[in-house]
């Protein structure tokens, strides 16, 4: 089997790559995983200059047997400069805002040519079915889901001294990128009424800037907020590291289509606070692995418990890093892909 495959090329196409966010994650994760099985992955990203021209180049060689391209949207773009890639099998995969906002938007006719030019459509969650159903039920038979796998390498990074923290701290942690759909300043707001009587609660912001005005706005402000610390951008090989520092994840996103990063806190046996929105319901179940919240209210009620309840904070620390091993492992990721690819190359 491994001499077979090896001899179908396939091409998966990220739109970003430069940056430690979801889609490189996602795009480097299964290209090593599906390669250590034996298959031959090529990835290219539309943030490379050239990529019109490497992609023309590679489809006039007809040197791929068939192109997984991540994110509807992008995706779209790639299929509107090249039309003659529909000729390949052609696999989607979405990738989260692709889902929850641009299926929505204007974009009606491109998106429907998109989608029927692939042979599945990828999605995270069964909870995304019903957008599909609702929008384009015509093509509701393509969808497989495949939750994503948490691949997390032990690897050397900044302590709790190095990071600005002391050992007896109780660190939220905010793994995100600084974008507006993170929604960050919720859990500002939120814990920021608890600091007072916790002086010793903090919160730490691990992500890559993504929006700079946004982000501006955010550093501005928690610049004068001590207990909120931002250290900078971090390459993935130290999240391990980072994120074991901490004692509470949060996800605060408007939508998501599935937190990577908090997923792989809980791995690692923390507990966590989820906002209830697309792509954040469905994760856990509330008060098994974390709480789901809806406002600051909420979110501020939920972290107090917490904190308080150390033996409920391991608990549902210890519920959390079972139910990733049980339902978000890498294996049953790339299983389910092989799988996918077997039928999509009828091999």
């Given amino acids: 089997m491994q001499s077979q495959i090896s001899d179908y090329r396939i091409l998966m196409i990220t739109p970003f790559h430069k940056n430690p966010r979801g889609n490189k994650l996602t795009s480097e994760r299964l290209q090593a995983g599906l390669h250590q099985r034996g298959w031959n992955l090529e990835l290219l990203s539309l943030e490379s200059y050239n990529w019109q021209e490497m992609l023309g180049k590679g489809l006039r060689e007809k040197r791929y047997s068939m192109v997984h391209g991540l994110n509807i949207t992008h ?3 790639v299929l509107s400069a090249f039309p003659d890639i529909t000729r390949l099998p052609l696999l989607l995969t979405t990738t989260g805002t692709d889902v929850n906002y641009d299926l929505f938007l204007n974009r009606r006719p491109v998106i429907t040519r998109t989608l029927n030019s692939v042979s599945y459509i990828v999605i995270f969650d069964d909870y995304f079915k019903t957008t599909f159903e609702e929008l384009y039920p015509e093509y509701s038979y393509k969808l497989v889901t495949i939750p994503q796998g948490v691949y997390l390498q032990k690897g050397e990074g900044p302590n709790r001294s190095q990071l600005g923290l002391n050992e007896d701290d109780f660190i939220f942690l905010l793994p995100s990128g600084i974008r507006p759909v993170k929604n960050l300043e919720l859990a500002i707001d939120a814990l920021e009424k608890l600091q007072p009587e916790f002086p010793h609660l903090r919160l730490l ?21 001590p207990w909120v610390i931002y250290p900078g951008e971090f390459p993935h090989q130290q999240m391990y590291s980072l994120l074991s520092t901490g004692d509470v994840v949060l996800n605060t996103s408007h939508a998501e289509g599935q937190p990577q990063a908090a997923l792989e806190a809980m791995s690692l046996g923390k507990p966590c606070l989820l906002t209830a929105v697309p792509g954040n319901i469905n994760i856990i179940e509330n008060g098994r692995e974390g709480y789901y919240v809806h406002n600051q209210d909420d979110l501020a009620a939920a972290a107090r418990k917490l904190m308080l309840n150390r033996e409920l904070r391991q608990q549902m620390g210890e519920n959390a890093r079972h139910l990733v091993q049980k339902k978000y492992s890498l294996k049953k990721e790339l ?13």
């Fill in 205 to 225: 912001i691990l992500g890559t800037i993504i929006d700079k005005e946004y982000s501006n706005c955010i550093l501005k402000r928690i610049n004068d907020l």
């Fill in 335 to 347: 299983d389910a892909y092989e799988s996918l690819y077997h039928k999509v190359l009828s091999i």
């Fill in 75 to 77: 995706f779209t773009r």
